[in-house]
């Protein structure tokens, strides 16, 4: 059974960055989609950006271009989510999902996910 | 980027009736790359459907997915008890996105 456990909660001012965690467990790492969700409080779920660690390769959504950067790290299996110059709108719950299957570049959906990382911009 | 429009924003039904939830995309999905999750409170979403109309593993028969090109439809049969929640569909034909959700809520 995968399981992917994410950091804990973080509290952070406006204009700083934020690192969020994401260790997988009980399947392979490097071959799969990791995908990054976030939620903010009372509204939908919105796609931020994915890494195949396999093949480097990440893509973000242009909302977050230039502020966002995922990367992995193969040996620990682990995938990290870093935001910058955050601001009150970017408090919401993150949460790290995985996709069931290996393939090419292509993207995909998430059938494991993360308990979710709430972040808290607040000066 | 592809946008998706979930309609009704909310649905208000009784256990034992049908729903029927739509997404429509702003522009066609290749391969009908879309999911469907289902999500309650404090909870991290589930999959439902993936590529339009593919059960995820687990998930009761009572939950089907139709559609392709610009519109798609999610249809629960027959509503239990746990079945109210939030709905979101997933595109992933070019990069990805979600809908903005509907929900099922008691009547």
């Known amino acids: 059974q995968v399981q992917l456990v994410q950091s804990g909660a973080e509290v952070k001012k406006p204009g700083s960055s934020v690192r969020v965690s994401c260790k997988v467990s009980g399947g392979s790492f490097n071959t799969h989609e990791i995908t990054w969700v976030r939620q903010a409080p009372g509204q939908g779920l919105e796609w931020m950006g994915r890494i195949i660690p396999a093949l480097t390769l990440t893509n973000y959504a242009q909302k977050f271009q230039g502020r966002l950067t995922i990367t992995a790290d193969q040996s620990t299996a682990t995938a990290y989510m870093e935001m910058f110059s955050l601001t009150s709108d970017d408090t919401a719950f993150y949460f790290c999902?995985?996709?069931?299957?290996?393939?090419?570049?292509?993207?995909?959906?998430?059938?494991?996910w993360g308990q979710g990382t709430l972040v808290t911009v607040s000066p | 980027e592809i946008v998706l429009t979930q309609s009704p924003d909310t649905l208000s039904l009784s256990p034992g009736q049908s729903a029927t939830l739509s997404c429509r995309a702003s522009k066609s999905i290749w391969s009908g790359y879309l999911a469907w999750y289902q999500q309650k409170p404090g909870q991290a979403p589930r999959l439902l459907i993936y590529?339009?109309?593919s059960r995820a593993s687990g998930i009761p028969d009572r939950f089907s997915g139709s559609g392709s090109g610009t519109d798609f439809t999610l249809t629960i049969s027959s509503l239990e008890p746990e079945d109210f929640a939030v709905y979101y569909c997933?595109?992933?034909?070019?990069?990805?996105?979600f809908g903005g959700g509907t929900k099922v809520e008691l009547k």
């Open positions: 999902a995985r996709s069931p299957s290996t393939g090419g570049p292509g993207f995909t959906y998430a059938s494991s």
């Open positions: 997933q595109q992933y034909g070019g990069s990805s996105s």
């Open positions: 590529d339009a109309s």
